[in-house]
């Protein structure tokens, strides 16, 4: 073999190196990239273990959860959506009765292998109206780390995306999904309703560092003890001050409380929430008790200019 011959083969040898290099590398990444199967299924419901359990507050805990595709599963849970919760009580005459919930986590995609909920505990013999409290709360905090609960999921009308947009989702089947837009997201949240706005606020701010969308939020509750996740919030102000405002309001506030005091009005949303736009760019979230939104949110919103699009209760 002379010098040429020499040289064409260790060229094709090169290439031919080079070349399995880089399909391999690509057939890598393109796996790896690829959109990996929920931890959930729609329809059936999957029991998952309690793997961590923390008070924090004297009616509220952080339930831990193991997903059931391993320490680096994904959960899945498009942004914007819930989980249904389910366990069956066995009555005192023998009989059983399913008990079902739906929680909207407060971690997602970026915590692998779990999922995390902020819940509070609604005990029995509380509230004149409700003497049974929360079946499910309660259910909840009776569980020891290694007990499972089942869930399925997604669910729920709204789906977040990125850059502001979402897909609104209907009621009823047969009407069409309202895609929208939003510069400026408005929230108003009360007790646990606060936890689909933490999931959306990451989306925003977290997860779209780049972005100019701006997130203002309404915060209520009846006292200072009652306000979840508020190092989290408060975090998002010291971390995005250009695009997160946070406004509490309590029912009974402590002695020199900052904040606002009572319901939601109407001064208080054309204070601490962005205006309305006429080409819709000014998007109202809500989640909280119904006589909130009802009495309180939607009739201040729509004084304000606000319409059934501009705004999405969840």
Not at 144 to 149: N, P, S
Not at 213 to 232: G, P
Request: one cysteine or more; glycine letters at 8%.
């Amino acid at each position: 073999m002379n010098d040429a011959d020499t040289a064409a083969l260790v060229t094709a040898v090169a290439a031919i190196f080079i070349t399995s290099t880089f399909l391999s590398s690509f057939w890598f990444a393109y796996f790896s990239k690829r959109k990996k199967k929920p931890a959930l299924d729609k329809v059936e419901f999957t029991p998952l273990p309690l793997v961590k359990k923390e008070s924090i507050s004297h009616d509220t805990r952080r339930f831990t959860f193991g997903l059931p595709n391993g320490p680096d599963g994904l959960l899945g849970l498009p942004v914007g959506q819930h989980i249904t919760l389910k366990f069956t009580e066995t009555l005192p005459d023998g009989s059983t009765k399913n008990h079902q919930r739906s929680y909207t986590p407060v971690t997602g995609d970026d915590t692998p292998g779990s999922v995390t909920f902020v819940i509070k505990v609604y005990k029995a013999g509380v509230h004149p109206k409700f003497p049974e409290g929360g079946k499910m709360s309660q259910h909840l905090d009776s569980l020891e780390v290694g007990d499972a609960v089942d869930m399925r999921g997604p669910k729920g009308h709204m789906t977040y995306y990125k850059d502001g947009k979402f897909t609104v989702h209907p009621l009823l089947k047969k009407d069409v999904d309202q895609q929208r837009t939003a510069k400026h997201f408005g929230m108003i949240a009360g007790g646990t309703g606060i936890t689909p706005m933490l999931q959306i606020m990451n989306a925003v701010l977290r997860d779209e560092p780049n972005s100019d969308i701006t997130v203002s939020l309404i915060y209520a509750n009846q006292t200072e003890d009652d306000i979840l996740v508020r190092k989290e919030l408060e975090e998002c102000v010291e971390k995005y001050p250009s695009r997160f405002k946070l406004h509490y309001t309590l029912d009974r506030p402590p002695v020199n409380w900052k904040h606002s005091t009572g319901f939601i009005t109407k001064e208080m949303i054309q204070t601490h929430l962005p205006m309305c736009a006429s080409d819709g760019s000014t998007q109202i979230l809500m989640c909280g008790p119904p006589p909130m939104i009802k009495f309180a949110c939607i009739p201040n919103l729509e004084a304000l200019g606000f319409k059934n699009t501009d705004y999405f209760v969840f």
